[in-house]
């Protein structure tokens, strides 16, 4: 059993107190993790768990919260699943949870909002980054990774940058997906170039003949593919496989290791629009080597964001100075440049992240490198 499965089936509630004198004196202060702990995204999803477990481990070791409290954790697995993120939600709501951290597959984060808002809970979304998640975010929640806008607009610039005129989009046709997809095509069309295919596909599909054959009749000399890297990997191999030699790049959720793995080496000299990983973070390097002697692998994709959002979570709760929702939504929205692992965070009025960062990577050697132009 890995040591994630460990700290999941020790408890449904995962204390991660390392002092029990404070522990005596009052009580702990529990926080949810919403995140996928199982279906196809489940590797994001514990990888983002680890971060945030080893954050609340540094927070308890160091003398805890308003003044010695300790966090306890509490998960709810979405499986990036929209019915199940509810239910998920719904039971850390009930838990009377001070906050929640986590939020990946955006299709799955958008109807917690309401039951989070509903119930006043401040909200730290780390991960998923759709538009559609802004209307819908009652004001309790604070989003710490750039948004589709600021993917679209890094997609167009490295497209250009290479030349290409003529791009064909691919999306599953989720919340994440879909919204990058279309951002993507407003912004290539308005730019003045052609999207010369927009297509979709559905998740879990193996035979991509068909669109592959589209997509090189289309004469792109580009595929975006906005999805996850489950599928996103079939396709990358299936695409040079059939002789498309053009150049492919792929969104975020495909920015896993394990892209690799699924599309072998068909994925060199593949390019990903991605969030700040650990491995490119100066700030990170003693993050990594407590990561891998804690759990044994290296720290994922979304690992630094989801490390950064436990302890925005925890300033804010020393920045109200109680567990008053109102007051810690308030400390959330006033971040100005608090900084740990993957940058300053501060906010829009929308609250969303007041800045882009998004970095592009390529695959090198069957690893994602620093793409440099």
């Not at 983002?48 to 709810?76: H, K």
């Not at 290539?188 to 999207?195: I, L, M, N, R």
């Not at 650990?278 to 964001?305: C, E, K, V």
Request: proline share 4%; hydrophobic share 40%.
């Amino acid at each position: 059993m890995d040591k994630f499965l460990k700290l999941m089936a020790s408890a449904a509630i995962v204390n991660l107190a390392t002092g029990s004198l404070a522990m005596a004196q009052e009580d702990p202060i529990t926080l949810g993790v919403q995140v996928p702990t199982t279906g196809s995204e489940a590797t994001y999803g514990k990888d983002m768990f680890n971060a945030i477990s080893l954050a609340a481990d540094e927070i308890n070791a160091d003398g805890g919260l308003l003044g010695g409290r300790q966090i306890e954790l509490v998960t709810g697995d979405t499986a990036c699943d929209p019915q199940q993120s509810v239910n998920a939600a719904s039971r850390l709501a009930s838990q009377e949870v001070v906050g929640v951290v986590g939020g990946y597959c955006s299709g799955a984060t958008q109807p917690t909002l309401k039951i989070y808002g509903d119930a006043n809970i401040p909200f730290v979304i780390v991960a998923a980054n759709s538009t559609q998640l802004i209307p819908a975010n009652p004001g309790n929640a604070v989003m710490i990774n750039s948004t589709g806008n600021d993917q679209a607009k890094t997609a167009l610039d490295f497209f250009e940058g290479k030349g290409i005129e003529k791009l064909a989009i691919v999306n599953q046709g989720d919340a994440y997906s879909q919204d990058l997809a279309n951002l993507t095509r407003d912004a290539w069309t308005k730019a003045g170039h052609t999207v010369s295919a927009f297509e979709y596909v559905n998740k879990g599909e193996q035979d991509f003949s068909a669109l592959v054959n589209k997509i090189r009749g289309s004469g792109a000399e580009a595929v975006f593919w906005t999805a996850y890297y489950a599928d996103g990997g079939l396709l990358i191999r299936q695409l040079r496989q059939r002789g498309f030699q053009g150049t492919i790049a792929v969104g975020d959720g495909s920015n896993s290791p394990e892209l690799f793995n699924i599309a072998g080496q068909a994925a060199e000299g593949v390019f990903a629009f991605s969030n700040p990983t650990a491995d490119f973070l100066p700030a990170a390097q003693q993050f990594i080597s407590d990561y891998r002697s804690t759990f044994d692998n290296a720290p994922g994709p979304y690992a630094p964001l989801a490390y950064d959002g436990l302890q925005l979570m925890v300033w804010a709760i020393n920045q109200a100075g109680s567990t008053d929702a109102d007051a810690i939504i308030k400390a959330l929205n006033s971040a100005d440049g608090q900084e740990w692992l993957a940058g300053p965070i501060s906010f829009t009025p929308q609250h969303t992240l007041a800045r882009s960062n998004f970095v592009v990577l390529e695959g090198q050697g069957g690893k994602w490198t620093r793409y440099e132009k």
